[in-house]
């Protein structure tokens, strides 16, 4: 009896393992998860990066309130490609990219600021005085990451593809930093929340860049439009040195 016992036991773990050594070749060829995203502003910067996205293996909706003029955009990027309006678009994603006019924010966190509590947001909007006038001063007094939470407040926000021109990230993103040496052209991130910060440092992977985290959301401030982190097209170490932070 016991000996028979024995053999069942020695079956089944020969069994559960072999199932384990089967699964094994198929777990080795998953590649990084790939999330949905909901873009707000399909302009330069969102039709830039959200195209990165996409083009990466991530499924993307582009926001706009006029959804059928997208229409042409989202047919030449294929089925991972979407339109629909900012309220479609936030129930969308997993994560939430904001590439508006930041003249725009107080409006849009009347129409959508709810319904993006809890979510990861990441926040490219810059303000500039010309354009944006009392909301300008705002930043200028309060910082760009405090503004920015101040009209959404409850979400996860996270600062990130703010500190150059879109024209810079088609072209470092599409090449991936194989065209330069010293690797990967940087992309500043600052945010308070560290489930965020992750999702964000992935989606900044996944665009062709590599993600320098400066801080929490206070230190935005310091790769904000007019600062000494804004605009450079540097690798990941050149900036870390030009914001004094650790390598």
Known sequence: MRSDLTSRRAALALAA?????????????????????????????????GTLWVKDG????????HPEQLAAMVSELGPNAKAGTPEEAIKFGDAVFIAVPYKAYPDLAKEIGPALNGKV????????????????????ASGIGATSAKYFPGAKLVRAFNAA?????????????????????????????????????????????????????????????????????????EMRQKLGLAQ
């Open 17 to 49: 393992g072999l199932a384990v050594a089967a699964a094994m070749p198929a777990l080795a060829q998953d590649g990084p998860k790939k999330i949905r995203i909901g873009v707000i502003g399909a302009g330069n910067i969102g039709g830039t990066i």
């Open 165 to 237: 021109n879109y024209k810079v990230f088609a072209k470092e993103g599409a090449d991936g930093g194989k065209g330069r040496a010293g690797g990967r052209m940087a992309i500043p991130i600052a945010g308070d929340d560290p489930e965020a910060l992750k999702v964000a440092e992935g989606l900044v992977r996944d665009a062709g860049f590599d993600p320098v985290v400066v801080g929490p959301l206070k230190e935005a401030d310091k790769f904000a439009m007019g600062s000494q982190g804004f605009g450079h097209d540097v690798t990941a170490a």
């Open 58 to 65: 991530h499924e993307v909706m582009f926001a706009s309130r």
């Open 121 to 140: 947001v990441l926040d490219a909007g810059n303000a500039t005085q010309k354009r944006d006038g009392a909301l300008y001063d705002e930043v200028q």
